[in-house]
């Protein structure tokens, strides 16, 4: 069956070390400050000035004031800091954040990403995703497989207007895990109850699939 938009959080919560300074992209990514595994901390970085970012507030103890990059009410945890946004960028362009999770709209087999246009359509605007993906260097994909006419979005190559070129190095979607190397992805997790065949068949890209993929454990 496959995952659902929390369910694709959880999964990339998995991939989370101690320590780490993660910066969480508009969307499914800003639910993966819900799942933080046990053991560990991580502080979430978000470019409109937020370090220490906790998981969303309970309903009606939300504050209008604190906010993440993508206007939703959050919460700071413990040790929590505000600042401006220059100073947030220069966290990220110093490349001071071991960790950026973003949403697309496609993903080529190269890691090149679109997911800030589609032309004739209005849209908030490229916000701080150039830069993410320009000094990251690990970038994780959380998106769904396929668009909603079931075409896949993930390409030989992308269609829409770029963000980055092969930046991207794993992708989580609703079917699988993947991996980006080689000029291809490699199958490495698979949803429960999702086939192999079923991933094959939603991969326009090059799609690798070598030895027995296990189903993912959430």
């Not at 639910?31 to 309970?58: C, R, T």
């Not at 071991?98 to 004739?120: F, H, R, S, Y």
Request: hydrophobic share 45%; net charge negative; glycine share 10%.
């Amino acid at each position: 069956m496959a995952l659902s938009k929390q369910e694709i959080a959880q999964r990339i919560a998995q991939e989370l070390q101690d320590k780490w300074y993660v910066n969480l992209g508009i969307g499914i990514p800003t639910l993966v400050a819900n799942y933080i595994p046990e053991g560990i901390e991580v502080e979430f970085q978000s470019e409109n000035g937020l370090l220490g970012m906790g998981p969303f507030p309970i309903e009606g103890t939300e504050d209008a004031d604190m906010i993440n990059a993508g206007k939703q009410t959050v919460t700071v945890l413990k040790g929590g800091s505000l600042f401006d946004s220059a100073t947030s960028f220069a966290m990220i362009r110093g490349q001071h954040v071991q960790l950026t999770v973003l949403g697309a709209m496609e993903v080529a087999q190269n890691g090149d990403i679109a997911n800030w246009k589609i032309p004739g359509r209005m849209v908030k605007g490229m916000g701080g995703a150039m830069d993410l993906v320009a000094s990251a260097e690990n970038i994780i994909v959380a998106m769904m497989h396929t668009n909603k006419r079931g075409e896949s979005k993930l390409l030989e190559q992308c269609s829409l207007p770029l963000t980055g070129v092969g930046c991207v190095k794993k992708i989580v979607t609703n079917l699988a895990v993947l991996e980006i190397k080689e000029n291809a992805f490699h199958l490495i997790e698979r949803a429960p109850g999702v086939s192999v065949e079923e991933i094959k068949t939603a991969t326009a890209g090059k799609l690798i699939v070598e030895g027995v993929i296990p189903e993912m454990k959430l």
